[in-house]
């Protein structure tokens, strides 16, 4: 059965670090886009961070030079460093795998930056 399960969520005064972990199985690993994705109270799903099969990254806007996104393909495994956090950047994150035939998501992690 395909799951990807988050971790590393959590409360993080601003300017702190987080590294957020999504696990998958069931699926074959590498040959899927991982990617990071969020949403805050009261907002649209927004994109975070892609990360391609030829490790071509794209980030969201707010994200660039801050958040990092990272993949270990013997460990079935996608990570997202986030550095110098903002309030703004509390939602709950999710993980997603997707190919040409399938998507996945898994059931999200909250990350709350707050004093």
């Known amino acids: 059965q395909e799951q990807l399960v988050e971790s590393g969520g959590g409360l993080v005064q601003p300017g702190g670090s987080l590294r957020l972990s999504c696990a998958a199985s069931?699926?074959?690993?590498?040959?899927?886009?991982m990617g990071w994705y969020r949403q805050a109270p009261g907002k649209l799903r927004e994109l975070v961070a892609i990360?391609?099969?030829?490790?071509?990254?794209n980030y969201g806007d707010s994200v660039k030079g801050r958040f990092t996104i990272s993949r270990d393909n013997a460990k079935n495994t996608v990570y997202l460093q986030m550095n110098s956090l903002k309030p703004e950047d509390t939602a709950i994150y999710y993980c997603?795998?997707?190919?040409?035939?399938?998507?996945?998501w898994g059931q999200g992690t909250q990350v709350t930056v707050s004093s």
């Open positions: 997603n795998a997707r190919n040409s035939l399938s998507e996945y």
């Open positions: 990360l391609t099969r030829s490790s071509i990254t």
């Open positions: 069931g699926i074959i690993f590498s040959n899927y886009v």
